[in-house]
């Protein structure tokens, strides 16, 4: 199980290493963004994600070529309120 840290923050998504994920908002939806380890941006909307951060299957990334796959685990995601204040997680 791999455990992915949490973005610090808006500001630092696009520079931040992968692995890293971030919540964002998919048609009303919470949903997340991962970063894989060569900086490739994917997202979990077919994923089931536990109270304890696990998701559920594995996680691929979509680049083609790209060979991450990992069994993950989102920290601080039991922190992440899904009423996080708007406009701080928009694209
Ligand atoms: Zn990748």
């Not at 520079?15 to 963004?33: F, I, K, L, S």
């Not at 993950?72 to 995601?77: G, S, T, Y």
Request: hydrophobic share 30%.
């Amino acid at each position: 199980m791999d455990r992915i840290p949490k973005s610090r923050g808006p500001e630092f998504w696009e520079n931040e290493p992968g692995p890293v994920w971030r919540g964002c908002q998919m048609d009303g939806r919470r949903a997340v963004h991962l970063k894989c380890p060569s900086g490739h941006i994917g997202g979990l909307y077919n994923h089931a994600i536990l109270k304890d951060g696990e998701v559920r299957p594995s996680v691929v990334c979509p680049e083609p070529g790209c060979t991450w796959h990992v069994w993950a685990k989102l920290e601080d995601w039991a922190a992440a309120s899904p009423a996080e204040p708007k406009g701080q997680e928009a694209e």
